[in-house]
């Protein structure tokens, strides 16, 4: 029985994982290719936002939904350790 909730538990933990790689790169190529870091800074009016944080780029819900990922990530690695020392 235990075998199989470990088991079940790391499948669960790869796909969190997954999850939290696939919004980091979702996050890392808005940031990226957003219109405030493409603009030109030579240009004073369009230097404002240049070096505005991602938090200004990237929808609140997205970076929630990434904290939370990691927060249920982190949970599960915590049950998985005390299944372990059991």
Known sequence: MDSIERQQLEDKILAKRQQIEFERTNLEETIAFSPENRENPEVMEETKNFDDPAQNVV??????????????LNELLRQLETLRNK
């Open 59 to 72: 929808e609140q819900g997205e970076m929630r939904s990434l904290r939370t990922a990691e927060q249920e």
